[in-house]
């Protein structure tokens, strides 16, 4: 097991840069979680090698390497630093684990910032310890995501919002009341308070 997976991807108000938000597995403990990756729009069309990852406090772009025989170049990133670091590893074969992944982020209009709500693994099966919660004023310094606070406890995978606002409201965009979604089933709304 390792590698990385469960992307979620938003675009900053000023539509200059696009936020790859994704769950790293690799075998090192210090680059388990959540971990952020940066693409300017104006490279969408043609991004090869111009993808950034948040690494230490700073955006680090891809390596290149020799072209392969196939004549593709290959493109070698560093891990990205985790928003939270993990504590137990998802590998070290004791069945435990103490990792953030899964994260999702939208733009909250009632609270006039970025919300991500993301998944807490409690063992290497990923049985949830809850649901959590972090909120930040802007997506070019991930430093700036608030602490995660669990505001529910177990559940399932992939918790989402999707906005009610007519003509406005998504996966990337809510207001004070919005569906909650988790595993792909809404059951519930959630309501944002500051």
Known sequence: MGGVGDVSAILDHDRQDLYLYYSQYSRD??????????????????????????????????????????????????PGTPLVAATRSWHDGD?????????????NTYLG??????????????????????YAPTLSDPANWSTPRK?????GWYPQVVGLEPAEGT?????????????????????FTR
């Open 171 to 191: 996966d990337k965009r809510a207001g004070q009341r919005a569906r909650f979604y988790l595993t792909g089933k809404s059951n519930f709304f959630i309501e």
């Open 29 to 78: 403990t210090r680059s388990q979680g959540v971990a952020v990756a940066r693409l300017a729009w104006a490279d969408r069309d043609r991004p090869v090698g111009k993808l950034s990852i948040w690494n230490d406090g700073a955006w680090i772009p891809g390596t290149r390497r020799r072209p392969a025989t196939d004549g593709l170049t290959d493109w070698v990133y560093v």
């Open 151 to 155: 505001f529910l406890s177990g559940g």
């Open 113 to 134: 910032q970025w919300v991500m709500l993301m998944n807490r693994a409690r063992n290497e099966n990923f049985d949830q310890d809850g649901i959590y919660i972090s």
């Open 95 to 107: 069945g435990q684990a103490n990792a953030f992944w899964g994260a999702t982020i939208h733009w």
